[in-house]
């Protein structure tokens, strides 16, 4: 949630860094600074009628020592209109409060100053690529086709118990989501992050904490009797620890790694690179969060993005950063860089990692701040997230890329998990 002063102080500058999200921002703060003046305006009217009211309660007492009588029922009377209009105030103030939360709560986060404008993901910018780019051969098979040559994962038993997206891995193809589960869990806790395992459920109030509500309401999947939802991200749960927190300056930056299952209903997404493991409506992911100081936050991110790439060398898989533009970059991310490797059967880049900076507009929803020791004034702390990493289209590429006449080759960082050195 951006700032409310903020967007009173500088309301062109907010409409003109949305626009680089094509957001149409100006009727919206035009709003907000509208319902945010009417909301001062009653609660000064309001304070104003209770100091006369107090006032008055004081009067009646002391016409009533002289035994003015008259005067003070007058008096009285007066007294309970004031209370009924500070009453019919103080609902208005609150009627017009709920609306200008949900004004600012679908405002997206402001982007920060390298974001280029753009339309969609054709329009972002390569940040780097590496040069070993495998080339397809005539025989090379696609993902979907390998896993079910090798007996890694049954697509059509996952339709029969749950429907399509929901694939049942087996034998190696079990062991390998295993493996890269703990070859990732691993690496990040050596890079200095505390692992945490989270519900796979949250309640609304955690998913406008972290801006998945209202913004993603209808690609969550809901469980209505209970009023909960199946988390899009481990970043869900693992940053809503710190909801409603003043943490202590010493503990930042906090830094957390999870693995847990992802649902997401991919609404609208029908036809879109549905094959094998593209898209999925359940998936394994290892999530990186951390919570920082605001001044430190870039160099945070910097630090995640070389952390996310070291993964995908030890994997021995070819990839690329690229930076998201306008278009392309989420509700409320600040900036956002995309790992994708390539996939040789496919011919064709896969995301498997965003990393992003959402500076202080998860915090500002979730009323997360940090107090240094002997300071009475709070801070905002800024939040950042990455995937490290997704696996399903990590496993596409591994079994792509790798694939031989002998068999399904294995990078050396996952052998000694998987007690081999091939699919066979």
């Given at each position: 949630m951006l700032n409310l002063k903020f967007i009173q102080e500088n309301k062109e500058t907010v409409i003109?860094?949305?626009?680089?999200?094509?957001?149409?921002?100006?009727?919206?703060?035009?709003?907000?600074?509208?319902?945010?003046?009417?909301?001062?305006?009653?609660?000064?009217?309001?304070?104003?009628?209770?100091?006369?009211?107090?006032?008055?309660?004081?009067?009646?007492?002391?016409?009533?020592?002289?035994?003015?009588?008259?005067?003070?029922?007058?008096?009285?009377?007066?007294?309970?209109?004031?209370?009924?209009?500070?009453?019919?105030?103080?609902?208005?103030?609150?009627?017009?409060?709920t609306q200008l939360n949900d004004l600012l709560l679908r405002l997206p986060n402001l982007p920060h100053i390298s974001v280029?404008?753009?339309?969609?993901?054709?329009?972002?910018?390569?940040?780097?690529?590496?040069?070993?780019?495998?080339?397809?051969?005539?025989?090379?098979?696609?993902?979907?086709?390998?896993?079910?040559?090798?007996?890694?994962?049954?697509?059509?038993?996952?339709?029969?118990?749950?429907?399509?997206?929901?694939?049942?891995?087996?034998?190696?193809g079990a062991r390998l989501q295993r493996a890269l589960i703990t070859f990732f869990l691993d690496e990040n806790t050596r890079a200095g992050y505390q692992e945490v395992q989270p519900p796979l459920m949250v309640n609304a109030d955690s998913g406008y904490g972290t801006g998945q509500l209202p913004d993603k309401d209808g690609?969550?999947?809901?469980?209505?009797?209970?009023?909960?939802?199946?988390i899009p991200t481990a970043e869900v749960p693992v940053t809503n620890i710190y909801r409603d927190m003043i943490v202590e300056g010493e503990r930042l930056p906090i830094k957390n790694t999870a693995y847990s299952a992802c649902f997401r209903r991919e609404a609208g997404s029908y036809g879109?690179?549905?094959?094998?493991?593209?898209?999925?409506?359940?998936?394994?992911?290892?999530?990186?969060?951390?919570?920082?100081?605001?001044?430190?936050?870039?160099?945070?991110?910097?630090?995640?993005?070389?952390?996310?790439?070291?993964?995908?060398?030890?994997?021995?898989?070819?990839?690329?950063?690229?930076?998201?533009?306008?278009?392309?970059?989420?509700?409320?991310?600040?900036?956002?860089?995309?790992?994708?490797?390539?996939?040789?059967?496919?011919e064709k880049w896969l995301e498997v990692s965003s990393v992003s900076n959402f500076e202080e507009f998860q915090a500002n929803r979730l009323k997360l701040r940090f107090k240094d020791k002997g300071d009475k004034k709070t801070t905002v702390c800024h939040t950042l997230n990455g995937s490290a990493l997704a696996l399903p289209r990590i496993v596409a590429a591994l079994l792509e890329n790798n694939q031989c006449p002998e068999g399904i080759r294995l990078p050396k960082v996952l052998q000694a998990f998987m007690g081999t050195d091939m699919i066979k």
């Amino acid at each position: 949630m951006l700032n409310l002063k903020f967007i009173q102080e500088n309301k062109e500058t907010v409409i003109e860094r949305l626009a680089v999200k094509n957001f149409d921002a100006r009727e919206p703060v035009e709003k907000i600074i509208e319902l945010d003046n009417l909301r001062k305006a009653l609660q000064q009217e309001a304070e104003a009628k209770q100091a006369e009211m107090n006032a008055t309660a004081k009067e009646i007492g002391k016409l009533m020592q002289t035994g003015q009588k008259e005067e003070a029922e007058k008096a009285r009377k007066e007294t309970a209109q004031l209370k009924n209009d500070i009453a019919e105030l103080n609902n208005r103030r609150n009627e017009v409060g709920t609306q200008l939360n949900d004004l600012l709560l679908r405002l997206p986060n402001l982007p920060h100053i390298s974001v280029a404008k753009g339309k969609s993901d054709a329009d972002n910018e390569i940040v780097k690529i590496v040069d070993n780019i495998p080339q397809k051969h005539a025989d090379d098979l696609p993902h979907w086709e390998l896993a079910k040559k090798y007996d890694l994962i049954d697509f059509e038993t996952g339709v029969k118990i749950t429907g399509a997206g929901f694939p049942l891995y087996k034998g190696l193809g079990a062991r390998l989501q295993r493996a890269l589960i703990t070859f990732f869990l691993d690496e990040n806790t050596r890079a200095g992050y505390q692992e945490v395992q989270p519900p796979l459920m949250v309640n609304a109030d955690s998913g406008y904490g972290t801006g998945q509500l209202p913004d993603k309401d209808g690609q969550m999947y809901y469980v209505g009797e209970d009023h909960l939802y199946l988390i899009p991200t481990a970043e869900v749960p693992v940053t809503n620890i710190y909801r409603d927190m003043i943490v202590e300056g010493e503990r930042l930056p906090i830094k957390n790694t999870a693995y847990s299952a992802c649902f997401r209903r991919e609404a609208g997404s029908y036809g879109k690179d549905v094959r094998g493991l593209n898209r999925l409506h359940q998936f394994d992911k290892v999530e990186i969060v951390q919570i920082t100081r605001p001044e430190v936050s870039y160099e945070a991110l910097d630090g995640m993005v070389k952390h996310v790439e070291s993964l995908l060398v030890k994997l021995e898989l070819p990839y690329r950063i690229v930076r998201l533009c306008g278009g392309d970059i989420s509700f409320t991310s600040a900036l956002t860089y995309d790992f994708e490797v390539y996939s040789k059967a496919q011919e064709k880049w896969l995301e498997v990692s965003s990393v992003s900076n959402f500076e202080e507009f998860q915090a500002n929803r979730l009323k997360l701040r940090f107090k240094d020791k002997g300071d009475k004034k709070t801070t905002v702390c800024h939040t950042l997230n990455g995937s490290a990493l997704a696996l399903p289209r990590i496993v596409a590429a591994l079994l792509e890329n790798n694939q031989c006449p002998e068999g399904i080759r294995l990078p050396k960082v996952l052998q000694a998990f998987m007690g081999t050195d091939m699919i066979k």
